[in-house]
C-alpha cells in the first residue's frame, strides 16, 4: 500500500508515572495557582503542572496592568467586594512593593502590579511541601479509566512522563484537560474576543501620564487616526508602577480580518508576529500624538500574546450574559463577580456592559463542573459560560476565587465524586479562608 504522505505515525508509547497525587491541577495561571495552594492548605497532595517556566499565566507571560475584578466603583471610590484568596494576593504585593494601590477608572478600579514582584509571590507560594511543581509541561494525555481521570501525561524537556491523581482540575484557560477527557467544550471561532500583544514602554514622563484620564488618551489616538495611523484600538490601559515606566494595553490583533484561532498554528504563529508589529505602529504614534510620550522606547512585550477566549466548558450550569447583567445570586454561590461584561470585538473601542455601582453576581458551584466527569473540575477563564458572560467572568480576581473554591472542593471529593461534594461545607470552608459571598 502506497504510504499516505498526509499524516505521520506517532507510536503509541508507555510513559512513566513520576508522580501520584490526591489533587492534580492542569496549568498555572491565576487559577491554578489558587487551586494548587487552596487544595494543599485542605490537606491534600497536590501536582501542579505548567507549560511554561513560571507561574501566573496571563497574568505573567502575556502580562497584564492590572487586577481587575476586585473592586466595584461606588460614589467615585474602589469598594473592594472580592476577597479570599485574590485578597490575600492583594495584601502580599502591597506587602512585598509590587503594587501602587488600586486605580479607578471610568466606572471600576482595578490594581496595578509589578510583572517580577508577582512571579516571585508565586514562587513563594507554591514552595510547599505538599505541592510538586512541573515547569516546562505540557499535558498532552488524559487516561481515562472506568469513566474516571486516572492520569495524565505530558511532553517535558526530557520527553514524556505522567502523574496519576484522585481529583483533576482544569486550569488551562483553553479547557485542554475537558478536550483531552471528551467532556463537553464551546469553541465558537467567528464570536471570539480580539487578542491583545502587551507592551511596556520606557523613557516616559510618568507624572504627565499619570494625570491623563483614559478619554484624553482615546482623544490623542484618535488624532493619529485622523493623521493616517491605522491604529486598531484607540481606547484602553495604561497602567505604572514604576517611574518612566507604563504598561500598555492597547493592542487588537486580526488575522486576515477575523479574531487568530488559537488551536491554529499558522494562525497564532501570523498572530504573535501581527501584535509585535502593532508595537512599534502604537510606539510611533504615542511618540508624535501623546504628551510623555516623545522619547518612548519599546522596553519589552509579553513573552506570548494575550488570549482573552478560546474553550469553554459546556458545564452542569452555563452562565449567561443574563446572570450577568440581573446581577443574580446562586444558592450554590462559590464566588462574587462585580466585573462589567468587557468584550473586545470589532470597532476601534471596546464594548462594556455595566453592573449597579456596589452590584455583583455571584458563579454558581455548578459553572465549574463539567457533565459526565467524576473527578474533574475546571476553573478560571474556561468556566461554563457563554461568550457574552466570559467577557465578565474571565478577570483575574475572578479567576482566584474560582481556583480556590475548586482546590477546596477537589481535596475534599478525595476519591469521591466533585458532584457530590456538599455545597454548604464548601462555602462554609471558602468563608473560613476568608472569601465573601455576600459582601
Ligand atoms: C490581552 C488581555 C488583557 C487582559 N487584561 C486584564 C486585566 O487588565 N486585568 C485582569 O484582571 N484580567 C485581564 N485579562 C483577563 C485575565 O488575564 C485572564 O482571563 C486570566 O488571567 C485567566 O487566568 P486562568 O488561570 O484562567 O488562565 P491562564 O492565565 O490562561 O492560565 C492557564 C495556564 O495554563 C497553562 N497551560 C495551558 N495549556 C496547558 C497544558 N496543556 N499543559 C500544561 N499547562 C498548560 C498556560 O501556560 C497558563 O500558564 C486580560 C486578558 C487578556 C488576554
Known amino acids: ?75 467615585g471610590q474602589p469598594a473592594q467586594l472580592v476577597f479570599g484568596f485574590a485578597d490575600e494576593i492583594r495584601h502580599l504585593l502591597e506587602t512585598h512593593g509590587g503594587t501602587t494601590g488600586p486605580k479607578p477608572w471610568l466606572k471600576t478600579a482595578s490594581l496595578p502590579y509589578d510583572v517580577f514582584i508577582l512571579k516571585r509571590i508565586f514562587d513563594r507560594l507554591v514552595d510547599e511541601k505538599r505541592i510538586t511543581v512541573f515547569f516546562h509541561s505540557t499535558i498532552t494525555h488524559v487516561d481515562i479509566e472506568d469513566g474516571r481521570i486516572g ?62 484620564k483614559r478619554e484624553r488618551l482615546h482623544d490623542y489616538l484618535e488624532n493619529a487616526v485622523s493623521a493616517g495611523f491605522d491604529l486598531p484600538r484607540t481606547a484602553g490601559g495604561i497602567y505604572s508602577v514604576r517611574d518612566g515606566v507604563v504598561h500598555l494595553n492597547i493592542t487588537r490583533v486580526s488575522v486576515d480580518g477575523r479574531a487568530p484561532d488559537p488551536f491554529d498554528p499558522k494562525s497564532s504563529t501570523r498572530a504573535e508576529i501581527a501584535g509585535r508589529e502593532q508595537v512599534e505602529f502604537y510606539l510611533e504614534a504615542f511618540r508624535q500624538f501623546v504628551p510623555g510620550f516623545d522619547k518612548a522606547y519599546v522596553l519589552d512585550t509579553g513573552c506570548e500574546i494575550g488570549v482573552r477566549e478560546s474553550r469553554r466548558l459546556a458545564g452542569q450550569y452555563v452562565m449567561t450574559s443574563d446572570d450577568i447583567y440581573s446581577e443574580r445570586k446562586f444558592a450554590d454561590a462559590i464566588a462574587v463577580n462585580c466585573w462589567p461584561v468587557e468584550e473586545h470585538g470589532v470597532g476601534r473601542g471596546t464594548n462594556w456592559g455595566w453592573l449597579s455601582p456596589g452590584g455583583y453576581c455571584h458563579i454558581p458551584y455548578r459553572s465549574l463542573l463539567p457533565r459526565g466527569a467524576d473527578n474533574l473540575l475546571v476553573a478560571g477563564r ?14 483575574t480576581a475572578n479567576c482566584f476565587a474560582m481556583g480556590q473554591a475548586a482546590g477546596i472542593a477537589a481535596a475534599m471529593a478525595a476519591d469521591g465524586s466533585v458532584g457530590d461534594v456538599a455545597v454548604s461545607a464548601l462555602q462554609d470552608s471558602l468563608t473560613s479562608r476568608g472569601a465573601v459571598l455576600a459582601p
Open 382 to 395: 474556561c468556566l461554563s459560560a457563554d461568550h457574552v458572560a466570559q467577557a465578565s467572568l474571565r478577570v
Open 1 to 75: 500500500m502506497p504510504q499516505d504522505l498526509s499524516v505521520i505515525n506517532v507510536p503509541v508509547r508507555k510513559v512513566k508515572v513520576v508522580a501520584e497525587a490526591d489533587v492534580v491541577v492542569a496549568g498555572g495561571g491565576a487559577a491554578g495557582i489558587a487551586a494548587a495552594v487552596s487544595a494543599a492548605r485542605e490537606g491534600a497532595n497536590v501536582v501542579l503542572i505548567e507549560r511554561l517556566g513560571f507561574l501566573g499565566g496571563t497574568m505573567t507571560a502575556a502580562t497584564l496592568g492590572g487586577i481587575c475584578g476586585l473592586y466595584s466603583l461606588v460614589d
Open 151 to 212: 492520569g495524565v501525561a505530558m511532553e517535558g524537556p526530557g520527553g514524556a512522563f505522567a502523574v496519576r491523581g484522585n481529583a483533576f482540575i482544569d486550569c488551562t484557560g483553553d479547557a485542554d484537560l475537558c478536550q483531552l477527557a471528551g467532556v463537553g467544550t464551546e469553541f465558537s471561532p467567528e464570536e471570539l474576543q480580539f487578542p491583545s500583544m502587551m507592551f511596556r514602554l520606557g523613557g516616559v514622563d510618568t507624572s504627565v501620564v499619570g494625570r491623563m
